[in-house]
């Protein structure tokens, strides 16, 4: 599915000066990289505020203690997601609530949130789901209307641009109050190991951020608020600070791939090709095709026995997972998040796809009967 290694060794000589620096100065907890790399990844996404944390995960659940979100308050959230989204909602004691998805886009389907909408409701969170931004514009409408926070998952969308009515363009992370991002190393900016960072437009609240992730405290020892251990290792931050200088090559290759697929995957009769948004651009972190008619577990199968790897994201959706499954979510809830979890399947893409492997998939793909 991905290539890190391949990926590695076109940066080795970069990336093992990086990593020896960091060894010789020791500086292991919050290195001087790792002030760099936030500096470069602001100015990357338009000058954004930005805290490094250790994960994605801790990334959401920063962002929520950060504006204050009680137990009891409810947050909407879509149900075809990755389980961390709804995981830090449910740990904090607040209440997920599940809003389907768009059939085209997968991402949440706005004409949902509305109806989903409470005295209790504190925030939206919309997830730009396989590198494409979910609509931002109706959403922060919507957000403005009923006094919501907007917090954007980008784990997935690192560098995907959004353009409103009037043309005005943001990128994914920097239209709500607050976005989360992952480093995880198969996002398509990874770090070799775990990393996070957290996105906010209010300088204020940024600070306030800084200290969450670092124990509460701006002055060492000194503790004015309850925090967490949550920092970016200086490795990590000397990786990524090489790597942030290739994401719009590496976005590019991904894009090539998924041109190439689209191109000689559109004739192909069960297969639906990834839907592009007219008001997002898309960085292809997933290339995920709708299986139609045929059975997927099936085809899966046969592609696997050819040597093509393929993965289901998500197979079983939040409300019909055991940790998550409330009283009244049964089968039927969330008809389009249930459908898309029997039919989607996500084709290899990365930045090391050559074309004879692209050539080789499509047509062992268009080679399969039923
Ligand atoms: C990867 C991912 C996360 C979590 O990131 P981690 O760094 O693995 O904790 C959260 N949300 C989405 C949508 C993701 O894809």
Redesign the pocket.
């Known amino acids: 599915m991905v290539d890190l290694q391949g990926q590695y060794l076109h940066i080795k000589r970069e990336v093992d000066e990086a990593i020896q620096e960091v060894l010789m100065s020791t500086e292991f907890i919050q290195g001087s990289q790792v002030k760099s790399f936030a500096e470069a990844l602001s100015k990357y996404n338009r000058g954004v505020n930005v805290t490094p944390c250790a994960?994605?995960?801790?990334?959401?659940q920063i962002a929520m203690m950060a504006l204050d979100l009680k137990p009891g308050d409810e947050i909407i959230l879509p149900v075809h997601?990755?389980v961390?989204?709804a995981e830090v909602i449910a740990l904090l004691g607040l209440t997920p609530v599940f809003a389907d998805v768009d059939e085209r886009t997968f991402n949440i389907d706005v004409a949902q949130i509305t109806s989903k909408i409470t005295s209790r409701t504190k925030a939206i969170v919309p997830?730009h789901?396989y590198g494409q931004c979910a609509d931002m514009e109706p959403i922060m409408k919507i957000a403005y209307q009923h006094k919501l926070h907007v917090i954007e998952?980008l784990?997935?969308a690192m560098g995907a641009d959004y353009t409103y009515a009037d043309g005005i363009v943001k990128r994914a992370g920097t239209m709500g109050i607050i976005g989360?991002t992952?480093?995880?190393p198969s996002?398509n900016l990874g770090c070799y190991g775990?990393?996070?960072a957290i996105f906010t437009i209010d300088q204020v609240l940024g600070e306030k951020i800084k200290m969450i992730a670092n124990h509460g405290q701006k002055v060492k020892y000194q503790h004015d608020i309850i925090g967490v251990n949550s920092r970016l290792d200086t490795l990590q931050a000397a990786i990524l600070l090489v790597k942030l200088k290739y994401l719009d090559e590496y976005t590019r290759k991904r894009n090539e791939a998924a041109n190439y697929y689209d191109k000689n995957l559109s004739g192909v009769p069960f297969i639906e090709t990834p839907f592009r948004a007219v008001n997002s651009t898309h960085v292809f972190?997933q290339y995920t095709i709708k299986i139609r008619t045929i059975d997927r577990n099936h085809f899966k199968k046969y592609l696997e026995d050819k040597g093509i790897p393929t993965m289901i994201y998500y197979h079983i959706p939040l409300h019909l997972q055991k940790a998550y499954r409330r009283e009244g979510f049964n089968e039927g809830s969330f008809p389009v998040a249930e459908r898309l979890s029997k039919t989607v399947l996500s084709l290899p893409i990365h930045t090391e796809m050559t074309e004879d492997e692209l050539s080789y998939i499509c047509q062992t793909i268009k080679e399969f009967h039923a």
């Open positions: 994960n994605g995960t801790d990334a959401l997601t990755y961390a989204t997830v789901l998952d784990a997935q989360t992952s480093f995880f996002k775990d990393g996070g972190h």
